[in-house]
């Protein structure tokens, strides 16, 4: 006998909610057999306002995480939810949550957070924030530079181009001395039309300026972009990859470590590029796990194939993809 199986989906914050669906399934709404759904936003009892929630970080297996290619032993924090920004790729974008500002955890909080894996995982000694963007602007700056120093910790996190645009370098110098481990930014392009077209609030020169600052300030970068977007032709690619490859020659003269992690654009539902493509009545190819376009041909957890909606073929795609990979070796 076929074995029976159920999915409830929670659409939102799950924390408060999912006790609450234990103690009676009832709170889900029943969509079929098979699948019930519950939705939580402003106004339910579930909606977790206040994110500083206390959390047992003993269920978890997979931490603290040991990283012998960064040097560092390596547990988990989220200090905020939610994004300022509007990417049009992005599933975070303000547009798709007009209701649900983003949140900021108390630094109070943070710190009891941190105190507290220290205490049971004395190994750590780095904290990853996992926030969608965590160094938004001048607060979350402060924040930082106060937070993990009285814990005498690495850190990494996301970072935003505007937001260190025009920081002054006595700031910059304040995030170095923090212990901040590595930056992650995203650049996606280095084409202009292309940044406007994905609503990336910058140019790519701003964003090669700003990448230099932070480097200049010995602090390590790893720089995410993205290749093959609806409409991309050939020509903006291939800046894209001389973008990438100038700033590789710009850190390996100072000596700081840069990462480059190319990806292939994924179409996610109900994003504005994902609306364009249905608009456009383009074909939308289910997203699947991608094999590994280097000469191992390991499978890559972090990229996937879903289709091509550049304006150029899969061959070329896959040929953008493998020289940003290569700017990593030997970095």
């Given at each position: 006998?076929?074995?029976q199986w159920?999915?409830?989906v929670?659409?939102?914050?799950?924390?408060?909610?999912?006790?609450?669906?234990?103690k009676?399934?009832?709170?889900?709404?029943?969509?079929?057999?098979?699948?019930?759904?519950?939705?939580?936003t402003?106004?339910?009892p579930?909606?977790?306002?206040?994110?500083?929630?206390p959390?047992?970080?003993?269920?978890?297996?997979?931490?603290?995480?040991?990283r012998?290619?960064?040097?560092?032993?390596?547990?988990h924090?989220?200090a905020?939810?939610?994004?300022?920004y509007?990417?049009?790729f992005?599933?975070?974008?303000?547009?798709l949550?007009?209701?649900?500002?983003?949140?900021?955890?108390?630094?109070?909080?943070?710190?009891?957070?941190?105190a507290?894996?220290?205490?049971l995982?004395?190994?750590?000694?780095?904290?990853?924030?996992?926030?969608?963007?965590?160094?938004?602007d001048?607060?979350?700056?402060?924040?930082?530079?106060?937070?993990?120093?009285?814990?005498?910790?690495y850190?990494?996190?996301?970072?935003?181009?505007?937001?260190?645009?025009?920081?002054?370098?006595?700031q910059?110098?304040?995030?170095?001395?923090?212990?901040?481990?590595e930056?992650f930014?995203?650049?996606?392009?280095?084409n202009d039309?292309?940044?406007?077209?994905v609503?990336k609030?910058?140019?790519a020169?701003?964003?090669?300026?700003?990448?230099?600052?932070?480097?200049?300030?010995?602090i390590?970068?790893k720089?995410?972009?993205?290749?093959?977007f609806?409409?991309?032709?050939?020509?903006?690619?291939?800046?894209?990859?001389?973008?990438?490859?100038?700033l590789?020659?710009?850190?390996?003269?100072?000596?700081?470590?840069?990462?480059?992690?190319?990806?292939?654009?994924?179409?996610?539902?109900?994003?504005?590029?994902?609306?364009?493509?249905?608009?456009?009545?383009?074909?939308?190819?289910?997203?699947q796990?991608?094999?590994?376009?280097?000469?191992?041909?390991?499978?890559?957890?972090?990229?996937?194939?879903?289709?091509?909606?550049?304006?150029?073929?899969?061959d070329t795609?896959?040929?953008?993809?493998?020289?940003?990979?290569?700017?990593?070796d030997n970095?």
């Amino acid at each position: 006998m076929e074995a029976q199986w159920h999915v409830t989906v929670v659409a939102g914050d799950a924390e408060l909610v999912l006790p609450a669906i234990i103690k009676d399934p009832t709170l889900a709404e029943k969509r079929s057999s098979t699948l019930n759904i519950v939705n939580v936003t402003i106004g339910s009892p579930f909606y977790p306002i206040n994110v500083d929630l206390p959390l047992n970080r003993s269920i978890f297996k997979n931490e603290p995480v040991r990283r012998p290619d960064l040097g560092v032993t390596e547990s988990h924090i989220i200090a905020s939810r939610g994004c300022l920004y509007n990417c049009a790729f992005c599933t975070a974008a303000r547009s798709l949550n007009p209701r649900i500002k983003p949140r900021y955890r108390s630094f109070d909080s943070l710190a009891e957070e941190i105190a507290a894996i220290r205490k049971l995982h004395p190994e750590t000694n780095c904290i990853r924030v996992l926030d969608d963007l965590f160094l938004r602007d001048q607060a979350s700056i402060e924040l930082a530079a106060r937070l993990f120093p009285e814990n005498q910790l690495y850190w990494r996190s996301m970072a935003h181009v505007n937001t260190f645009r025009d920081l002054p370098s006595s700031q910059l110098e304040a995030i170095k001395k923090s212990g901040c481990h590595e930056l992650f930014m995203g650049i996606e392009s280095g084409n202009d039309d292309t940044l406007r077209h994905v609503r990336k609030p910058f140019t790519a020169h701003t964003a090669y300026k700003t990448i230099c600052r932070i480097l200049d300030a010995q602090i390590s970068v790893k720089c995410y972009f993205i290749l093959g977007f609806p409409g991309e032709i050939e020509s903006a690619a291939q800046d894209t990859v001389t973008f990438a490859s100038r700033l590789r020659e710009y850190a390996d003269k100072t000596g700081v470590q840069l990462r480059i992690s190319p990806f292939r654009f994924r179409p996610y539902h109900g994003t504005a590029l994902y609306d364009e493509l249905v608009k456009e009545g383009r074909t939308i190819t289910e997203i699947q796990n991608r094999i590994d376009i280097s000469d191992t041909c390991i499978s890559n957890p972090y990229d996937c194939v879903a289709g091509v909606y550049a304006e150029y073929d899969e061959d070329t795609l896959n040929k953008y993809m493998r020289g940003m990979e290569k700017l990593n070796d030997n970095a």
